[in-house]
Nanobody
Framework: QVQLVESGGGLVQDGGSLRLSCAVS????????MAWYRQAPGKERELVAR???????NYADSVKGRYTISRDNAKNTVYLQMNSLKPEDTAVYYC???????????????WGQGTQVTVSS
């Protein structure tokens, strides 16, 4: 069964940095686009960053210039480097991936369990 496992969340001071990782496992599959979302208390879940299979990236305006999304295809892993963190970045961060399984052509969308990022003021 395909699984997405996030790691790297935690508590950091205002202006600090964290790197989140999301590893995909579970069998034969092909990973298309991967993305990071976040959801703060009282807020809707929002797209933070996205990266295609070819490496094209897209960022939310609120994090552009501070966050960097990248992927290691050999490790089936996507990363989110977060620098110059602010208290308003505090949220649960979720990994998301579009995956084709086996020899099929249908793309399935998967979510990780989420990892808490807390930025103290």
């Amino acid at each position: 069964q395909v699984q997405l496992v996030e790691s790297g969340g935690g508590l950091v001071q205002d202006g600090g940095s964290l790197r989140l990782s999301c590893a995909v496992s579970g069998g034969i599959f092909r990973i298309n686009a991967m993305a990071w979302y976040r959801q703060a208390p009282g807020k809707e879940r929002e797209l933070v960053a996205r990266i295609t299979s070819s490496g094209t990236t897209n960022y939310a305006d609120s994090v552009k210039g501070r966050y960097t999304i990248s992927r290691d295809n050999a490790k089936n892993t996507v990363y989110l480097q977060m620098n110059s963190l602010k208290p308003e970045d505090t949220a649960v961060y979720y990994c998301n991936a579009d995956i084709t399984r086996g020899t099929g052509s249908l793309i399935y969308n998967y979510w990780g369990q989420g990892t808490q990022v807390t930025v103290s003021s």
